[in-house]
């Protein structure tokens, strides 16, 4: 892989989004690549963090299990998506773990290995720390939304979360079963099968063999905003 190729996959707002081109060839000279099946997991909550992941294709599912048992899915991960990042950083175990939920690859970046990178390329490390500083703005908006937006509010934000901006047919990036959504955005199934039986009777989306689309992203977008 060259690193205009690692460029053109990297997520926006990812750790490495702002890397030029020396700074990625050494990331990917200094890394090696993996393989992962559908299932496998390529972190494991608990374990000891010492690499990240860079997510070059495929698609993976980020979960904890809370203190009383419960699974809770934090997000879903695209290409170009950096996973790991946060043990890597502090030096503590594994917060999440991290599904491969079909055949993925990544590129995978020890801690000792990064730390060579980063004393190699000095401003590299001001763009990590500004990133590392928008996560936790998009962290305390998430959690805000948790607390203060009804179900209906709620759900459209993780809706349009997990949207593709411009696709054909309003298509999710994954199609979630109605169970998983629940577990995404904290929702019952019961609580996420009303609502959407709800908004598919106004147009706003459609669901049909399980697979939710949607028809009106703006007023989707509207309900997402709507107090609580």
Known sequence: MKAEELAGILAEHSLFADCDEAELADLILRGHFVEYGKGDDMILQGDPGNSLLILLSGNARTSMIASNGHEIVLDYAEPGQ????????????????VTAIEASSALTITRDAFGDILQKH???????????????????TMIEGDRAYTSGP??????????VVGAEEGRLKLDLSQSELGNFAGMSREHINRQ??????DNIVSVESGKVRILNHALLSSIAEADS
Do not use: C, P
């Not at 950096?82 to 773990?97: K, N, S, Y």
């Open 82 to 97: 950096v996973l790991g990042e946060i043990a890597l950083l502090d030096g503590g175990e594994r917060t999440a773990t």
């Open 122 to 140: 000095k401003n590299m490390a001001l763009r990590v720390l500004k990133v590392m500083a928008h996560r936790i703005r998009t962290a305390n």
């Open 196 to 201: 959407l039986s709800a908004w598919s009777e």
């Open 154 to 163: 709620r759900l459209a934000r993780y809706l349009m979360r997990l949207s």
